[in-house]
Every structure is written in structure tokens, then in C-alpha cells.
């Protein structure tokens, strides 16, 4: 890539929505960007960077493009930081032509363009860099104006040509950066612009910009900007925020502005009259707080605070957060209703769950923190015992909800209802598609909470390895948390994490809690190993195959302890886990152990087991403690095929058991024709 090259990319990116591409200036997962084609490839900016290195100052300041610009004013646009700092360094872009405006007379500033969009780190880089931050483009408009409204269309093409391509979900993203952007300026805050908008006046102009301008009303007001403003309509700035969906600017010129009220427009249409008429029951509620006059007959209907408050915050979203503002307010007011030691600060779980899916940074805690209400308080709320805390433990809330927590002084290892710490309690939960929100709690809890049993004997490591939260597992062992901790009652006493891993199919899990020194002779109060069940149990609702049950026995050292019935794992196989057989006959097991009824895995086994055990040293001889030999029981269960093998196989028909009933007999009685004919030697 040569300068010309890059010129001409930059160029077109400016000048085409369809075409435009920048590196973002806020920090992100840009791997699950929604519009990642939107954004630079790291080999282009690699190329780019290195092209840059070797351009003078004429190919910098030099215009291209039908707005004049230099490329200098689009490595600004665009987020080229490390070049253009670079430039700003090593004297190619001087004090002098920092503030080159474009060729055409538009008065574009690469301070006014980085203001536009929201570029808070670029912005001070220029500043810092002898920047004039007073400065006004063709249309009367300064960095405040930019700020509050950063589409630019050249007046030659304000009706049929281009605009200055913008990517407005990047604006969404880096609205806070604009807030301090605004901050930091000192230029004239009530300037107006040709058109005689200031920029307060201007944001509340616009529809469908509140997403990426919600924080300036507040900034603009805190400077000074004047507010008596009234469009050709009569409405005022209030008027004109409901009007264009400024809920933050709306709810701060209610709260700074109460001249603004009470004030109609020319149709005698109030605040609160508009409020009615569109069932807007938040601002209506905000309204008659800061001093409306009621409407004789025309009250609204209201819902539920809870409700209203919970639906206020639906209308958060990542990347509008203008909503957010008046759902807090309405939280507030909520709490401000309720007595904080009474059990109706229950009706507060109301509005958690959009609250905390919708805010990320989930300020509704901090509106309960402020009102002084205990997170850990056991509340007795529709039938429920629970607290607000662990109210809040839903991996849908995400990560930052449990740090708030935290941050708040919240007390994160304690149990409140049923012995559940919230670690026990999230440890419950089931396996998740994306486990790293367990393992980033499970670094919150303390090693003594992850320990702890709850009402039920359970506890968090044995919870975690029921339900496959490895890597939560694998911070609680890196914790110290005893890997061979066994469950009380009313559990199954003595079970292990491992005996869960191994009962549930979770082959990782086994692998980590073997790895870590579990100790797979531990019984239960059954008697059973973890051997036994990965044998024994099912896991309901879900397929445990036979694969996950080989992979889990092959982590196993030890498969032949006997329960307390005597019964190994070897003679849990059956029809359903005969392809294990091998895996046993592998490992060396004793083929001839009998369990405390004197049965052995003969005497159970099908054709194609029996060969498999004969080979390995099957006693054809054994009996039960009843005197049934394999060849009784083959009979018994009227498996002709299996009696006929064993029978060439050597096997005593004629013995009697401890009846007196031989293997003859039970073949006359059954009429086993078949088995009979190789009975040729009768006694």
C-alpha cells in the first residue's frame, strides 16, 4: 500500500456509508462486534502505519475527496491515533496547521471531526497539541454543536450530494466519551449557530439522536446553557426533549427547569397533558414530582410502581442507555415507598431482572446501597423466603452485577435462606454454553464458603462437579478446596465431588478432580466408588453414552473395589455397558470375584460376554451361594444359545444346586429341546 492507495481508501470510507470502515476509539469485544465488517482489518492498519511513516507534510495537508479534506483530517476521522501522534511529535503537523480546515471553505477542523465523533483520547491529543477548541465551521456550528449533532452535510450537497459518512453505532458506544469531551471544552456554550440554534437548543431539535447524546443535556446545563428557548410551535426545550424521545434530557429539564413545566405550546398541549395522551406513566409520575398541575378528569390509569419501574428499564439497551436515566428515577421513587426493614422490600426483586440484563453496570444496586437497604436481609416475599442478594445471582446479569456486589461491601460467602452461600447457589445451576461467568465468581467466593454444606449436605465443589462447571472447579481447587470433601445427610453421605463427576458423565471434570489427587476409593454410605457410578447412574434428561462412561473409567485407578453388597464395577455391566467389558479385562479386574450372593459376572453374562470372560479365566465351576452355576442361570432365564455354548464350553450338567436341581432338569421342565440334544452323558 502507497500513500496515494491509502488516500483514495480513506477517501472513499468518508465519503460512503456503504463503504466505511474506522478502528474503534472505545473499548470493546470487537470479535463479536455487531457490525464487524465495519472495522479495520489489524493487516490493513499494519500497511497503513507503515506507508504513514515515510508521508511528508505536503501529502499530508494536500485536499482530496468533494469535501476538501487532507488526509490528515481523515486519519483523524478514521482513528489512526498511533500516526497522527506520531505527526503531531515529529513536526509533519505543526501548531500552525493543526487547524488546517478543508480546501473548500467548509471550515472543518480536525478537532471539530474528532469531536463529531466522540473520540475523546483524539480530541486530547490534538489539544494537547496546540488545537483551537473555539473555532466554528461554515454553518455557525462549534465542538459543542459537533458534539450534539456530528452529521455534516456540505451546504453545495445539502439536498442531492454526500454526506460525511458516519458509523452511528460507533457514536452509540462512544457516547460517554462525548459527555467528557464536553467537559473539557470552553468555548461559548450558548453560540449560535446559522441558524440561531445553540447547541443544547439544537440536540433537542433532533429526533432518533438520543442514543448517542443522552449525557450532554446535563453537561450543557451544568455550563450554563440557557433554556428559555421556544420553536415555532410554542414548545419549549422540555416540549421539544418529550417530543423528540429525550428521556435523560427530558427528565434533567424537569429536575432544572421548573419554569418549564407547567408551560403549554400553542395547542395548549403541557408536559403532562402529552404524558397522558401517549401513556408515558414514568414521566407522567416524574411531572406531577417536580410540580404539575394535575388535569381535572384526566388522570392516567397507573399500574403497579413495581411494574412501571420494570418496564422503564425494558427500554435500556446496550447501546441506548437514554432510558436509563428516568428507570432510575423510578427506582428511587420505589424504594422511597418502602419501609427497608419490612418484608415488602421484596417488591425491589421486581424490577431486577430487567434492571440488571439491561444495565450492565447495574446501577439499581446502587440506588438500593444509597437507600441503605441490606442485601443479606432474609425477606419473606410472596410465599418465598430469599434475600436481594442472591436475587441477583443469574449468569444472565453477568459478571459485573456479583463485582458491584462486591464493590458495595456486600458480604458474598455468607448463607441466608436453606444454608446456600452464593456460591453454593450458582454452583447449582446448570451447565452453560459459556461457563465464564463461573469461573469469574467462583474468585469472589472464599475457599471456607465453597466448603460449607447448606440444608440439603450439598456443597458448592460438589454442586460444581454435578453440574460440569469445570472451570469454576478448577479455581476452587486452585482456592484449596478440599477435593475429596464429602456430602453430609440429608445427601447421600460420603459422596465426593468425583463420585458426582463420574455419576453425571462430566469427563473434564473427572479428569481436573483426578489431576488434583481425588481419591476414587472413597465410598459412599452405600458403599459405592465412583467407579460404580459411572456404571450405575443415569443422568435424566440427558445422554450419558458409553463413550463418556470409557473415558471417565480410563481416568479411574481403581475399578474393582466391591460395595457393600459385594458387587464391583465389573459386575454392574450389563446388556446396555457389555462394550466396557474390555476396558475391564484391560485393567486386570478379578473376573472371578463374586459378590455377597456368590453371583460372578458369568453367571449374568451373554454369549459374547462369556467368550470375552472365558478367555480372560472365567471359572466355569463357581456357584452361587444358592449352588447355580453359570449354565443353572443360562437355563434359568431360558437363554438357550448361552446354555449350549457353555455347555461345549465344558460346563456340568448334571450338577445339582443346593436344591438338588441340576441343569437337566431345568431344561426338561422348560422344554429346551435344543439344549437337551447336547446332553449326552445324563446322570
Known sequence: MNIKELTALLTDSSESFQNHKFIPWWTDDYENYIYPYDIFEREMISEAEACLEKCDTEALLAPTGCFGLTLFHL??????????????????????????????????????????????AMVRLLLDHGADASLWDERGMNAYHFLAYPRYSAPEHADNGPDLALNFESLERSVEQKGEIARLLTCDINKKENNGLTPLELLLSKEYSASYTWPLTEIFLEKGAKTD????????????????????????????????????????????????????????????????????????????????????????????????????????????????DDDEIGEITYILHNALISDSNAHVLDCCQNAGIDFTMPIYYHGESLCLRDECLRPAFGINTLKKLVELGVDMNKAVTNGQTPAIILASMEQSSDESYFEEAAKLFSRESMEQTDNQGETAIHLAAENGHTTMLKVMLEKGVNVNLTEDAPAEAGTSPLHLACANGHVDVVKLLMDAGADDTVKTINGETPAHLALSRKRYGKEFNITQRKEILSLLKNLDIPREDGKTPFLLLDYTTGELLSLFLERGVNVNHADNTGMTALMSADKDMIKLLLRAGADLTMADNAGNTALHHALSRGSEEDARFLIRKGADYNRPNNHGETPVQIAVENGLDTVLELMTDIR
Open 75 to 120: 486519519l483523524v476521522i478514521h482513528n489512526f491515533y498511533e500516526p497522527v501522534k506520531k505527526m503531531l511529535c515529529d513536526g509533519r503537523i505543526t501548531a500552525e496547521n493543526v487547524d488546517l480546515a478543508d480546501h473548500r471553505g467548509h471550515g472543518l477542523t480536525p478537532f471539530l471531526l474528532a469531536c463529531s465523533r466522540g473520540n475523546l
Open 229 to 340: 428557548y421556544v420553536d415555532e410551535a410554542g414548545n419549549t426545550l422540555l416540549m421539544m426533549a418529550i417530543r423528540h424521545g429525550h428521556k435523560t434530557a427530558t427528565l434533567r429539564l424537569i429536575e432544572h427547569c421548573p419554569e418549564l413545566i407547567n408551560t403549554a405550546n400553542k395547542k395548549g398541549v403541557t408536559p403532562l397533558l402529552h404524558s397522558i395522551d401517549f401513556r408515558n406513566q414514568p414521566l407522567y409520575l416524574a411531572l406531577l414530582d417536580h410540580g404539575a398541575t394535575p388535569v381535572p378528569d384526566n388522570e392516567m390509569e397507573l399500574f403497579p410502581l413495581s411494574q412501571i419501574t420494570g418496564n422503564a428499564f425494558a427500554g435500556v439497551q446496550e447501546t441506548d442507555r437514554d432510558a436509563l436515566a428516568m428507570a432510575l428515577y423510578m427506582t428511587e421513587k420505589l424504594i422511597g415507598q418502602l419501609d427497608p
